[in-house]
């Protein structure tokens, strides 16, 4: 058999960890670990394709996505926990900052637009005003353009952006559907000004129930996730293209992925969110999850 490159750093040096069945397709897909960078990868990669609207209303591989209700009422969904943590994180990132002038945020892999339409609605972080942009493919990035009038960028505009223009990119779950996943972050590396803050999220692959479950572990989805990352294997990328990794401490963002992935035992979910309310259950489910162990990124100033 050939051996595949690994899809962060090319390298040829991989092993076979094992194979999987899709969970939506009859096809075998296998796992691979990079013995240079530390990424598990996927192949073969099933292609952006089955991004279809079934996929959106959660009837393709990843039951718990649901757009529809976020494009519609992100508030009446759990993950206004996980928008309000992001804009708290921002803040503190941003605290002592004195230079005037709003906050430029892109979201990259905006969605179906909750973060977006959340920091609208706060309308600044860190007492500064927010200037939002936003990047996707796909019919919500097009009603979040041109029903809601947000500024959605495609790659070829984001590459006309001049270098330095963002105070702070967000990337919450995207990293892990990404076939190359360094591209996107040697992107945001030059759109960062130095200073700013790549706020970035993705399941970790080295945390104390995937080291347990293996490729059993929930996130191993090989459809759609087929760039898996573990603290060390991200901190490696961020710093192939300049970015230093930072650890910043997840709260409400860990209640609500908590809560989504009960989100089909209600009754379990009614104990969660009391159990939910406790922050010593709260940090026990970061560290067997490794949430806040999976590291940001800053911008050194030195490299302007
Ligand atoms: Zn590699």
Redesign the pocket.
Known sequence: MKVPA?R????LRTRLRGTRVGRTRPTEFSFHD?T????LFVEPFAGFELYDDAYYRGQGPDPFVDYETEYRDWRATDRRLELADLHRLAAEHLRGDARPGPVRWLDFGCGAGALLKYLRDQGAVANRPLELAGHDVGSYANLLRDRDGFRILGLEQLAAEAPGTYDIVSMIEVIEHLPAPLLPIRAIARLLRPGGLLLLTTGNLDCPVARRQGLDFGYCVPEIHVSLFNPAALGRLYRTVGLEPVNLRYRDTVRFKALKNLRFRPGLRFAARALLTLPLVVRLIDHLYGVSAMPCAVKPAATA
């Open positions: 690994c962060a750093c090319g390298s990079c240079d960078c530390g990424l």
